[in-house]
């Protein structure tokens, strides 16, 4: 009689199933959690099959030590989207799958969840909160303030503040709070009348649904992609089925989440991100999974979410770079959307203003059907966009004279200013004048960026900070200086010009605290934030009504930049920033300072023209043979030693299968050199059929887990999206 195999994905980085004994299993356990022994520990892995024979003999197998009957095991699809990652990525199936569960089911004993009520404050609330509280209650602020922006779960709110459960209480008890389930129907936003062209956009995807139908929702900022995302899953949830809706930041879940919870007040929505406490996450993942929550709204790990019903998936700013990871298993969740769509038959949404040029090339080819929205929902007008040469003008701390007097003009008017610098803290380098000594990280090819109010010099790459020095380590000057902007320093400028304007700055290092970024924005929308500094957290997906002017300083660097996306991303980015401005009914202008007015970017941004620059980038893309236009895949080393790491590359690229259309280069060093310790080194392969790289790869990654890699980490990274 054959023994009963069991065969587990562990999260080790061995691309292999384990066999174990598994007497007593049967095929309804494939998909469930199980206990193993694993050289002198025991692990968590998941049964992904159950076979009769093993390649290991019988006697020397091990059993399995317990199955997880209590929880559902992952369904059939979950398990082979894990296999398609394996496959496609060439990564270890168990370090997938293991990696897509919340982080309570990767340890065998795990405490339950209790329940999760929703809060939201009263009239009496807004006005109460947080007037009534002591300056010193700083913990009842923080619930305070997440509040004020919506909604929130006893989990995220017990995150925020040790004794929430009384004070939560406390607060119902004197009618500043109420349950989410209470006045639902109050609630319920009345959806708008759609546009022509947003109607022709949801009859197109509703005439497809149930089946596999890829779309590109090419809509310009403000143009009501979001209004035609929530169409489409009404008309979901009326046929029984759940909606899946990826966002690229946790940054803006609160703000999409607030007007999906608005528009389905009676629907259970499970909002999904790396921010969330460890109970909240398993408890929406696991509603996910039984079905209970019809709608799941969340960041890139959210696409292997099991969802049994599915019956649409959107992804919002599909061509954001958020969507890429890039570390551990590098994969698009984009591109792995369209993946699961194929694979349950449903219609799959792309939307951005400014489209990846892959989905572009796409939709050009007939693989994606293109859906336009070319106006703006509510009629009003794009904002007018202006260059500022920079080379005539004299620069206070990054800022023209005509960027500070449309600031005053904005701030006279009652209207709110954004000011856009992408780069955060006081400045991007120390520097002595004397010697040219600029600050230098020790551990990457880097400078230290200063963060004056901290007194500190920290790497933004590696984490690695230290303090101020005196005085210049390499000549002894005490004269060291402050070299360029960033959001720190442009902050305490504009607080110098206008100092009766209330000012928030919206940066990582601003909004580090749990729940600071939505009490931010609350501020924003209340009308008590005049003017604004930010980084690209603040340019995706926020809609300010009394925002009317943006201000761009810096955007130069990526002209220039020896990665081939570098002008895609800087157009994006450019697109989106501009996009906050003149929203409602108020015009809305744009500054953009530059050095290189003539660059031919700016003259597709300054006539709103993406299709202009995307095509111009296309046949540049074309001519070089890069991507859409061909596929690559980069294996990277990174040791102590750039000569160790250039060596086992040099002997993995020996090992690669022979291909006349897949082109194997020499290694060579990374454009960063060292980060965090390690000296790295990079061998890029190319070709313009996507099955024959497969192939080569296919066939080169055993051999590569079986070089030795003494003292050298390495990383496979197929469609890489950074060099």
Known sequence: MPHQIARVALDVPLPRLF????????????????????????????????????????EKLKAVLAVDRQQAPLADDVLALFRFCADYYHYPVGQIALAALPTALRRWQFQAPGPVIRFALTPAGRQALPADLPARAVAQRRLAARLA????????????????????????????????QEDAAAQQAAPPRLREEQQAACDAVSARLGEFAPFLLHGITGSGKTEVYLRLVEQVLAQGRQALILVPEIGLTPQFTQRVAMRFPATAISVLHSGLAEGERLTRWQSAQAGRARIVLGTRLAVFTPLPELGLIIVDEEHDASFSQQEGLRYSARDLAVFRARQREVPVVLGSATPSLESWHNAAAGRYARLTLAARATGASLPALGLIDTRLEKLDEGLSRPALKAIGDTLGRGEQALVFINRRGYAPALHCPACAWVAPCPRCSARLTLHLRERRLRCHHCGHEE??????????????????????RVEEALARHFPHAAVVRADRDATRRKGSWEAMQAQIHGGKADLIIGTQLIAKGHDFPNLTLVTVLDADGALFSLDFRAEERLFAQLMQVAGRAGRADKPGQVLIQTGFPQHPLFAHLLAHDFAGFAREQMDLRRAGMLPPFSRQAVLRAEAGRLADALDW??????????????????????????????????????????????QLLREWAPKLHQLPARNVRWQLDVDPVEN
């Open 19 to 58: 066999d174990y004994r598994g007497s007593g299993l049967a095929e309804a356990d494939v998909g469930r959690r199980v206990k193993v022994p694993f050289g002198r520990k025991e692990r968590v892995g998941l049964l992904l099959d159950i076979a009769d024979t093993s390649d290991c003999p019988p």
């Open 467 to 488: 303090r101020i020095p005196a005085h210049c380590p390499a000549c002894g000057n005490p004269d060291i200086r402050a070299l360029g902007q960033g959001t720190q």
């Open 649 to 694: 590359l040099a002997a993995a690229r020996a090992l690669a299968p022979a291909s006349p259309t897949v082109e194997v280069f020499q290694p060579v060093s990374a454009p960063m050199l060292k980060k965090a310790g390690l000296e790295r080194a990079q061998l890029w392969l190319q070709s313009v059929s996507r099955s024959d790289l497969q």
């Open 149 to 180: 922006s919506g909604p929130a779960a006893s989990t995220e709110l017990g995150a925020l503040c040790g004794n929430a459960a009384p004070v939560l209480r406390a607060w119902l008890q004197k009618g500043w709070l109420k349950t989410v």
